[in-house]
């Protein structure tokens, strides 16, 4: 079986080509104010004349544009060609990738004064929800302190101390790693927030 992976949930383009388990191609580049424009000229190059058996698509969370852009772009190729398309969240992807024990604390970064997290404990998820530092300071100086994996929070836990769980992987290859080692990790393609996005509506007109 062959898999497209995309994410462009991280302010850039991240694409992954896996066949049965293992990588054919992989591509990622920083794309904050073109993902719209570069997205289909960068799926088209990486897939040349071949097919896929699947998309597969990174729904969040993080950038609430990025998000639009990779699920609406995924969803009409997928209306087009006909070829199925799944979502997978980065918390799943990057825990169902790693396959480590719990106690797990998996982080993203969020670009506010906040972090996006979800606590892995005794093979149970905690809801994902929003941390502040003050809030990860009692779990990682308890007795048993959970490994730390993720992106975007080496700044933030500073001057905390934890451990942390490297991954050969990123972006898309966490999806297309954890879709094969558990394709029932593959969901409805469907936005993931941790919270609603900060958005401001135009004012009225006046009359």
Known sequence: MK???????E??????????GVELAFQEYLSPRDQAAQLPCSIQEMLGTDSVDLFLVGTGPGSFTGIRIGLGFLKGLSFGTGIPLKGM???TAIRTSL???PPLLILLEARRQDIY???FEKETPHPPQSFTRDDLASPLTSPTPPL???SGFEEFLSPLSY????SRWTGAQHLANAFFKDPASATTAAPFYVREADVTLPSPLNK
């Open 117 to 119: 997290g979800q606590f």
């Open 89 to 91: 969240d980065k918390f």
């Open 99 to 101: 396959g480590a024990p």
């Open 163 to 166: 451990k942390t769980l490297e």
């Open 148 to 150: 730390i994996a993720g």
């Open 11 to 20: 302010w850039k383009i991240s694409l992954a080509l896996w066949e049965d």
């Open 3 to 9: 898999i497209l992976a995309v994410d462009t949930t």
